[in-house]
């Protein structure tokens, strides 16, 4: 089974390694990562959320991805993710699309852009949010801003110090 999932991915955490491992359940892995370019327009969108550039967040990718491939015995590919809907909508051997609960209406969208290119639906894997420690979920964001670790774990703020 061909798998695809797509993502900034930075920095990676607990949340994705939810989403690698139903992934890697599931069969061989094709992870869009997204390019500079589209990240310049999620930045566009959230003007303070800062993402790193392409080749540092592939290579942490590859690091993360390889130790999954190697537990499941699967292949897996890194390949540029130029614009939201990507290569799942465009490539036949996908049977399915592993998706974050907020990125599950661009799966529907994928799958009606397949659909009019007269390939099969994908079937949707909506992996739920990884829980922090504080009960809210685990999010890049939320990493970035030093509020969790990747794992969930409360930071000590500033004023609790």
Not at 4 to 10: N, Q, S, V
């Amino acid at each position: 089974m061909d798998v695809a999932l797509g993502g900034t991915f930075d920095p990676i955490h607990d949340g994705h390694r939810a989403l690698f491992d139903r992934a890697f359940e599931l069969g061989s892995v094709t992870v869009g990562l997204t390019t500079d370019e589209l990240a310049a327009s999620i930045r566009a969108e959230t003007p303070d959320r800062s993402i790193r550039p392409y080749e540092a967040r592939r290579a942490d990718l590859a690091a993360a991805l390889a130790e999954y491939a190697t537990t499941y015995d699967r292949g897996v590919t890194i390949e540029p993710l130029a614009e939201p809907t990507g290569i799942a909508s465009e490539r036949e051997s996908f049977e399915y699309i592993v998706v974050s609960p907020e990125t599950a209406p661009t799966a529907a969208t994928i799958n009606d852009r397949r659909r009019d290119r007269g390939l099969d639906p994908l079937t949707i894997e909506v992996v739920e949010h990884v829980r922090a420690a504080d009960g809210d979920i685990i999010s890049s964001t939320r990493i970035r801003r030093g509020e969790i670790d990747p794992h969930g774990q409360v930071r000590e703020s500033d004023t609790e110090k």
